[in-house]
């Protein structure tokens, strides 16, 4: 996993393989800022941790390369992205063709980029939400495998809605793990085929309700 900060969806993808709920392992855990606390989150569950300095790369290219160098050592068979505030190169999209997953904090493709939360607050949304998706050389612009969706409560801030949307993160980043480890995910183009896909007649989620 490629990651930069706290490493909460890191946590949750943990605690669901040790619980047999993904049937898939963390091999190692990479970041590119030395304080991340995903790093430590790893080395507790005796993950191999590696921190490795963008900054001491003179391009995204060889950062990439020094990444896939680690990834291939611990012959890893998906990247899976969780907060890396890092746009990969060809170099490691072309290794790991459609094998390269991230989650997002925003309803995609509405509000990409690093402030979803607040840029979905300031443009007056009545719904939310969190994206898992492919990665591709675009700034979260990759086929969408799934997504879940929080109301926006009028009294919210950037704060309150994204704990409410992390919560989903929690949730569907490690199911989409699952279907990955079962071989239920096929890409089409820009679609992305669940097989076996379970319909469901639950309530539209409206906001406000009246």
């Known amino acids: 996993m490629l990651v ?10 943990i605690d669901h393989c040790e619980a047999g709920k993904v049937n898939a ?15 430590e989150r790893a080395r507790k569950h005796r993950i191999p941790a590696f921190h ?5 790369f003179p391009d995204r290219s060889s950062f990439d390369t020094a990444v896939l160098s680690l990834v291939n050592e611990h012959a890893a068979q998906l990247i899976a992205l969780a907060g ?11 290794a790991f063709p459609a094998a390269i997953l991230n989650i997002h904090p925003a309803l995609l493709p509405s509000f990409p980029g690093s402030h979803a939360q607040r840029d979905a607050l300031e443009y007056g949304v009545k719904i939310a939400g969190c994206t898992v998706h492919f ?7 990759g086929p969408i495998i799934a997504q879940a969706a929080v109301p926006v409560f009028s009294g919210d801030n950037e704060e309150t809605l994204s704990r409410r949307i992390l919560c989903e993160e ?13 071989g239920r995910i096929r890409l089409d183009g820009r ?14 989620l409206e906001n406000p309700r009246f």
């Open 4 to 13: 930069s900060g706290n490493g909460s969806n890191l946590q949750s993808i």
């Open 25 to 39: 392992a963390i091999v190692c855990v990479i970041s590119n800022r030395v304080d991340a606390y995903a790093l």
């Open 52 to 56: 490795l300095d963008h900054r001491s």
């Open 84 to 94: 890396f505030n890092r746009i990969l190169s060809n170099v490691l999209l072309d």
């Open 135 to 141: 990665v591709d050389s675009g700034t979260d612009t």
């Open 170 to 182: 929690h949730k569907i980043y490690p199911r989409v793990l699952q279907l990955y480890a079962e």
């Open 191 to 204: 679609k992305v085929l669940i097989s076996q896909e379970t319909e469901c007649s639950a309530d539209f």
